[in-house]
C-alpha cells in the first residue's frame, strides 16, 4: 500500500514537469553519463520506448520481458529503447549492477519526455513509427512483445 501511494505521488509531481520535446518532435532525454539525447524514429523505422522504473515492480517484470524479446530486432529498422523515468542515474545503476540489459538505456529524470509524450501510467509503452504513435498500458508478456515486435517487423525464428 505504501509503494503504491508513494508511486502514485511521484507519477503526480512528473505530470507538473515541463515538456521535453524537441524543435524537430524528438523525445529529449539524457544517457547514463548524463548526455543529451535527442530520440526520435530512423527515417523508415520504429521505435519502441519502455517507461518504467526501478520502484515499479510491474515494470520491472516487463523490462525482462521485452529485453529478451527485443534480442529479435538486432538487425531490423526497429530499435528498442528502454527509458527510466523520474530517477538519477546513480540509482539506475545500482539498480542494474545484477540486471544487465541489452536494449539501449536512456534516462527522463523529470519525467518531461514520459508526460509530453502522453505518458499517464507505468508501465508504459510509446510504440512510434512513420505514421503514428500509439501507447500500451500496463505491463504485457514476453508473448505479446514477440506478437507486437513482429508485426513492427522484427524477426522471430519460428
Known amino acids: 500500500m505504501r509503494a503504491r501511494i508513494l508511486a502514485s505521488l511521484v507519477l503526480a509531481l512528473l505530470a507538473l514537469a ?9 523525445l529529449a532525454l539524457t544517457e547514463l553519463d ?10 523508415g523505422g ?9 520502484w515499479c515492480p510491474s515494470c520491472k517484470a516487463e523490462l ?3 529485453d529478451r524479446a527485443a534480442r529479435a530486432c538486432e538487425g531490423t529498422p526497429v530499435e528498442v ?3 527510466d523515468v523520474g530517477e538519477d542515474a546513480d ?13 539501449r538505456l536512456l534516462l527522463d529524470p523529470g519525467g518531461r519526455a514520459w508526460r509530453r509524450s502522453g505518458g499517464r501510467e507505468m508501465p508504459a509503452n510509446l510504440i ?3 505514421e503514428r504513435q500509439s501507447w500500451a ?4 508478456s514476453e508473448a505479446a512483445w514477440r506478437e507486437r515486435l513482429a508485426a513492427l517487423g522484427c524477426a522471430f525464428s519460428q
Open 64 to 66: 525482462a520481458d521485452l
Open 18 to 26: 515541463p515538456a521535453a520535446r524537441a524543435a524537430d518532435g524528438a
Open 34 to 43: 548524463g548526455r543529451a539525447v535527442a530520440l526520435a524514429p530512423a527515417p
Open 81 to 83: 529503447v528502454t527509458v
Open 128 to 130: 512510434w513509427t512513420s
Open 91 to 103: 540509482t539506475v545503476r545500482r539498480w542494474l549492477a545484477d540486471r544487465p540489459l541489452r536494449a
Open 46 to 54: 520504429s521505435l519502441v520506448v519502455h517507461f518504467w522504473a526501478t
Open 137 to 140: 498500458f500496463g505491463p504485457s
